[in-house]
């Protein structure tokens, strides 16, 4: 019996890990402002895509320590994108920016192609936030969703991951 139930957990597993190291697809970011901005458009720079709930308290810290690292390290080729994914978030976006003063790109978009970008299961639970490092090649390095250990201690575990691929073709 606990062989079956290891194969079955392996297999659940198997169902919700994304493929990493893998190309980053491209992804359309729409903004308030009707613009869009595509992550390839970022290629030559770190970017970490997060994907979050503008109400969601999670979220929101995990925007303000983004908000940190971009300030300084975004000289070095740092770039944080931000993706809200709530029911109407476009009506949601402008505050968030305004109440976190963020200091980085912020748009919105719907649910599907954040799954598919994510290689998300439809049929698990989405935990937020969803945070992508992508480095300066386009290659998605790291993925972590809401309930990951690394956000018990998010910007060392940032700073950790960050600097070597900040350094790397600089």
Known sequence: MTARFAALALAAFSLTAADIPRTAPDFQVRMTDGKDILLSSYKGKVVVC???LT??????????TLNKLHRE??????QPVAVAINDMANMFV???VKQFNISYPVGFSPREPVLSFLQ????????????VVIDRKGVIRYQYAGDDKF????????????????????
């Open 50 to 52: 997060e994907f979050i």
């Open 55 to 64: 109400d969601c308290p999670h979220c929101q810290k995990a925007s303000q």
């Open 73 to 78: 390290l975004g000289p070095q080729g740092f």
């Open 94 to 96: 402008n505050d968030f």
């Open 120 to 131: 998300h299961d439809v049929m698990m639970r989405l935990l937020m936030p969803q945070l």
């Open 151 to 170: 956000f018990e201690n998010e910007e060392k575990n940032l700073r950790e991951i960050l600097q070597p691929l900040l350094k790397a073709g600089s």
